[in-house]
């Protein structure tokens, strides 16, 4: 099986869809070609390129360059193949994809990840959803998924949220795991021996990560216990929570606020007792498993983390997390005091979410089960064809 991975998509830390998915499709035996132009600076210039009419100006002559540049690779440099896999979040790529692979007879898949309306509207209320800008982004949302064979997404809720709530032509969706980094992201002793437990979030603040409920859940621990908080990451809710954390002692609630590089952040992990993942209350907590959640499984740590619809995909209370109401500072209490006070269910849980992380969600596992999907919809393949 050869496929052209094709788009703007971006690459590196931060983005470990793509290199999971290729790299996870290339160890199930397929070969991947890489068929990528550098469109997005980061995040912020993403989101920045559909809420400001500026950016959005500069985007759009980015994007013809780096479409050409595209089409000029693809017809005239890439070897015969058999899929194109538009790379996320490629939901304006795939209109190009389409035409040029018609071209070719080959079929398109996208790997959409999310909805652009849900990040944008939902998500981070950066547009009311009546506003012209949230009625383009549904739109761009329900035509990407029909300009493809099949749509890869997260979890079956988001399948389900494009089916029902964008209502987005069914029978093409493809749920495919995040999975991790594991080049970064293994099982590592303790560096460091506090002498009390460490407890550790990080993420981006936004309200899905519910970082405001942990910071209720450390003013309400108060100072009886032996318990340290570390909140490392940005985003819109990290003025707010630090507000709410003030008069916190600086002894039991570190804040760093900057992003750390993959190893340094595995560090953190590794020296950590219990590591936090979501607890916001809004749909997309529902909806989603971010990317730390495979991380701190693959690390072997013990988790905390929402009860939610997409949690339940991959995590069973008890077993693999422990799983919390969400938008519950008081349940996140007790389940914090609760493996605290028993490190036999804490280690139990850290290497059973270990165990299932290297049965479902490694790279490996990921891989192997999108290349039999691919397999299965788009071949047999022609012999001598790859």
């Known amino acids: 099986m050869r496929i052209v991975h094709f788009g703007t998509f971006s690459v590196g830390e931060g983005y470990p869809r793509n290199s999971v998915v290729a790299r996870g499709l290339k160890q199930a035996g397929a070969e ?39 089409a000029w690779e693809y017809l005239l440099n890439c070897p015969p193949h058999d899929i194109v896999l538009v790379g996320y979040s490629g939901h304006l790529d795939v209109f190009l994809a389409r035409a040029l692979a018609t071209l070719k007879g080959k079929p398109v898949a996208l790997d959409a990840f999310f909805s652009l309306y849900e990040a944008v ?85 936004l309200p899905l990560h519910g970082a405001d409920v942990i910071v209720k859940a450390i003013r309400a621990i108060g100072d009886n216990e ?28 570190t804040w760093e606020r900057r992003w750390l590089s993959y190893d340094a952040l595995a560090a953190k992990i590794a020296n950590a007792d ?17 990317c730390k959640v495979f991380n701190i499984m693959a690390m072997g740590r013990p988790l905390i983390t929402a009860d939610t619809p997409a949690a339940r995909e991959a995590l069973i209370h008890g077993e693999n997390a422990y799983l919390v109401p969400p938008g519950d500072p008081v349940s996140l209490v007790k389940a914090i005091l609760m493996l605290k006070n028993d490190p036999q269910l804490a280690e139990q849980l850290a290497q059973k979410g270990l165990e299932t992380y290297r049965q479902r969600f490694s790279t490996r596992a990921i891989g192997g089960d999108l290349f039999d999907v ?13």
């Open 226 to 253: 032996v318990i340290h908080f570390t909140l490392i990451g940005d985003g819109p809710e990290w003025e707010n929570c630090r507000t709410l954390g003030s008069g916190v002692n600086e002894d039991r609630l």
């Open 274 to 290: 219990i590591c936090l993942g979501i607890f916001g209350k809004g749909g997309k907590t529902a909806r989603v498993i971010p």
């Open 32 to 70: 991947v070609i890489e068929c990528r132009r550098d469109l997005w600076r980061d995040t912020g210039d993403k989101v920045r390129g559909v809420t400001s009419v500026p950016a959005a100006v500069s985007v759009a002559f980015r994007f013809i360059r780096a479409w050409a540049g595209l």
């Open 374 to 386: 691919f397999r299965g919809r788009f071949g047999p393949f022609p012999d001598g064809e790859k």
């Open 121 to 205: 509207i939902e998500d981070r209320k950066l547009a009311v959803p009546s506003s012209l800008r949230a009625r383009v982004l549904r739109f761009i949302d329900r035509a990407s998924s029909r300009a493809a064979k099949m749509v890869l997404l997260d979890t079956e809720e988001h399948i389900r949220y494009y089916r029902e709530v964008l209502g987005a032509p069914d029978g093409r969706f493809v749920r495919v795991f995040v999975g991790g980094e594991e080049d970064s992201f293994f099982p590592r002793p303790k560096s460091i021996q506090a002498g009390r437990t460490e407890v550790l979030f990080f993420g981006s603040f």
